[in-house]
């Protein structure tokens, strides 16, 4: 089964850093891009930002918002995602998604794309 | 900064077909991908490449585009299918990645 599971969320002061994490399964992680996406409460899906294989130099790219402030990582020898995010603001408060965004094949042969339950953030006083 | 414009809100009749848009620059020259997001839950890819369906998304569900705009149809709409609907692309350069503001589809 395809999974991504998101942990690290919290309540955090402005001005403070957080770290989220997302292990995934069911799929090579390896050869996949990986994304994180949030979505403010009430608000649409934004992109933050994406890591592109090892394979093909781990570069990385963020949304203006979040340039200079958050950056992503990945281990692919645990399976593991990772999200830095440092100098939050009010306005980084979401729920965050870590996810493949474009359809990747997985283990079993089906092709989808992988979505985990997302981890909140909140960025408050 | 590239933008992609959806209507707030689409309203269908149970059986009737519903179309969703999605307006862009790059959508010429760049797929749109379409995902659908539940209350309270998260999104599920259900176009992608413009008009390909991911496994397990029904046959009803199909996309399409037109010089800068990509259409998202359900053809023969069900209940189930209530939800909110981002379309999802790159502009030109595919420096910049964005959703569309979503589109909530509701029923009569």
């Known amino acids: 089964e395809v999974q991504l599971v998101e942990s690290g969320g919290g309540l955090v002061k402005p001005g403070g850093s957080l770290r989220l994490s997302c292990v995934a399964s069911?799929?090579?992680?390896?050869?996949?891009?990986m994304n994180w996406v949030r979505q403010a409460p009430g608000k649409g899906l934004e992109w933050v930002g994406r890591i592109k294989t090892n394979t093909e130099g781990g570069t990385t790219d963020y949304a203006a918002p979040v340039k200079g402030r958050f950056t992503i990582s990945r281990d692919d020898s645990k399976n593991m995602l990772y999200l830095q995010m440092n100098s939050l603001e009010t306005e980084d408060t979401a729920l965050y998604y870590c996810?493949?965004?474009?359809?990747?094949?997985?283990?079993?042969?089906?092709?989808?794309?992988?979505w985990g339950q997302g981890t909140p953030v909140t960025v408050s006083s | 900064s590239y933008e992609l414009t959806q209507p707030p809100s689409v309203s269908v009749s149970p059986g009737q077909t519903a179309r969703i848009t999605c307006s862009g620059d790059a959508l010429p020259k760049k797929y749109a991908y379409w995902y659908q997001q539940k209350s309270g839950q998260a999104p599920v890819l259900v176009i992608y490449?413009?008009?390909k369906r991911p496994s397990g998304i029904p046959e009803r569900f199909s996309g399409s585009t037109s010089g800068t705009m990509a259409t998202l149809s359900i053809i023969g709409a069900q209940e189930e299918d209530e939800a909110d609907y981002y379309c999802y692309s790159t502009d030109n350069s595919g420096d910049q990645r964005v959703f569309g503001g979503g589109t909530r589809l509701t029923f009569l």
């Open positions: 996810t493949t965004l474009l359809p990747i094949k997985t283990t079993a042969g089906s092709v989808v794309a992988c």
């Open positions: 069911g799929f090579t992680f390896n050869n996949a891009y």
């Open positions: 490449e413009d008009s």
